[in-house]
């Protein structure tokens, strides 16, 4: 008689949302409504992130926007959008009906653009939103609200009026980033979606002009989840058990694993989308096959092994003296 093997619990909590399964699109990687839908079912994902989204349309960025790097790519789209009153007549009630949990994420120039897009978003039935802080603050000297402890906790104190969950998304451009996910805690965020993209730039030999027409860009792709993971694993270490989205340079089913041994307790995938629509839902199929090949029972449990791991060598090690 064949051996029956035991089915993996994939479910997740992040803070007080509850997913199927810890795999999602990344913001800005998968449009803003049913574009990945002809590559698979969206329902079968953690939950759907939109491409933020501004209380008003926004044109973004002048042309070359996007420029292959080694190990990723280089974007300076400029968070182009419609704007949210126009995403939820346009896109919303397609995503929702697909069975998709959808995950808004929202930006703005100064805290009252973040509390109006949130406010529009307000009863919509999404099931969180994520606040993409890595946005020039006007009214900070141009300055990243992410990289300002207190810029950072005034505008999750605004995003509340969205009356949903809300992800704090954190740049990895900081001397400290965990003093900003403890603001952004402190200040009603449930979850820290770590990290955004990290600066970077291109220039063309022949033309001596960047490769952007932005001029820089942000960097994504394999190449920075070695900042991700130490992003993760720091917060984790400094700040414990607080929810955690990994984001940054998964494409295979062990790199979610290891975003998740440093603490995350979901993923989401982006850039691997560009080459391979599917890439989200074959992440999540190989995350289920990594677990039913080493006995591991749930999801939940690759959450922060890392650090029960190395608890657990210094304690030996320790011991062995």
Avoid at 51 to 65: C, I, V
Avoid at 145 to 160: I, Q
Avoid at 301 to 314: C, D, N, P, Q, S
């Amino acid at each position: 008689m064949a051996e029956t093997v035991a089915p993996v619990d994939l479910s997740v909590r992040i803070g007080s949302v509850e997913l199927p399964n810890p795999v999602m699109t990344a913001s800005g990687t998968a449009g803003y409504g049913t574009e990945l839908g002809a590559y698979m079912d969206l329902s079968e994902l953690g939950a759907l992130v939109t491409k933020s989204l501004s209380s008003f349309p926004w044109s973004g960025n002048p042309a070359p926007r996007v420029v292959s790097a080694p190990a990723g790519m280089l974007n300076a789209v400029g968070l182009q959008n419609p704007g949210v009153e126009s995403w939820l007549e346009r896109e919303l009630p397609s995503v929702l009906r697909t069975g998709a949990r959808v995950v808004a994420s929202i930006w703005g120039r100064t805290v009252a653009e973040y509390a109006s897009a949130a406010s529009a978003l307000a009863g919509a039935g999404i099931t969180a939103l994520e606040v993409n802080v890595s946005c020039p603050n006007l009214e900070g000297r141009g300055e990243m609200f992410a990289c300002d402890p207190a810029a950072t906790a005034d505008v999750l104190g605004a995003a509340a009026a969205a009356g949903v969950p809300l992800w704090a998304k954190l740049t990895p451009n900081v001397t400290d980033i965990t003093e900003i996910a403890a603001a952004a805690l402190g200040a009603g965020a449930e979850a820290l979606t770590l990290t955004n993209t990290v600066l970077g730039m291109s220039i063309d030999p022949d033309t001596a002009l960047p490769s952007l027409g932005n001029g820089g860009g942000g960097l994504s792709g394999p190449a920075i989840r070695p900042v991700v993971v130490r992003a993760i694993y720091d917060v984790r270490a400094a700040l414990g058990d607080v929810p955690i989205v990994g984001v940054g340079g998964i494409a295979t089913g062990s790199h979610a694993v290891e975003l998740m041994a440093a603490g995350a307790c979901a993923v989401q995938v982006g850039t691997a989308s560009f080459y391979d629509p599917r890439a989200p839902i074959n992440v999540l199929c190989e995350l289920r096959d990594w677990c039913l090949g080493r006995g591991i029972a749930t999801a939940a449990e690759l959450t922060a092994r890392a650090h029960h791991t190395h608890e657990t060598h210094r304690i030996t090690e320790t011991g062995h003296r």
